[in-house]
């Protein structure tokens, strides 16, 4: 059973940033593109940012580009996503998931295991 457990999340104010990170036991990690999907207040959950399991390959939702840059480290079994130029619109939970494969996922049926979210607030 795969376990994703996510920090780093709080309260910024507008242009600050945050590095989010997400720890991964019970499975290979090397072996699966990682991805971070977020859902704000009455809000479906949408697509951030993924990373292929070298590492190698990332794609992000167009809301994020230039702002957010996710990462990972095989051998710490760890994916982080760090957060520059946050704005209000960014708010929300933020989740790790793992993909189902090796390569990137921009849709929410390609990951088969989450994490339980970290909350990230963007004050005006």
């Known amino acids: 059973q795969v376990q994703l457990v996510e920090s780093g999340g709080g309260l910024v104010q507008a242009g600050g940033s945050l590095r989010l990170s997400c720890a991964s036991s019970?499975?290979?990690?090397?072996?699966?593109?990682m991805g971070w999907i977020r859902q704000a207040p009455g809000k479906e959950r949408e697509f951030v940012a993924t990373i292929s399991w070298s590492g190698g390959n990332t794609y992000y939702a167009d809301s994020v580009k230039g702002r957010f840059t996710i990462s990972r480290d095989n051998a710490k079994n760890t994916v982080w996503l760090q957060m520059n130029s946050l704005n209000p619109e960014d708010t929300a939970i933020y989740y790790c998931?793992?993909?189902?494969?090796?390569?990137?996922?921009?849709?929410?049926?390609?990951?088969?295991?989450w994490g339980q979210g970290t909350q990230v607030t963007v004050s005006s």
């Open positions: 998931a793992t993909g189902v494969g090796r390569t990137i996922a921009t849709t929410r049926i390609g990951y088969n295991y």
């Open positions: 019970g499975r290979t990690f090397t072996g699966y593109a």
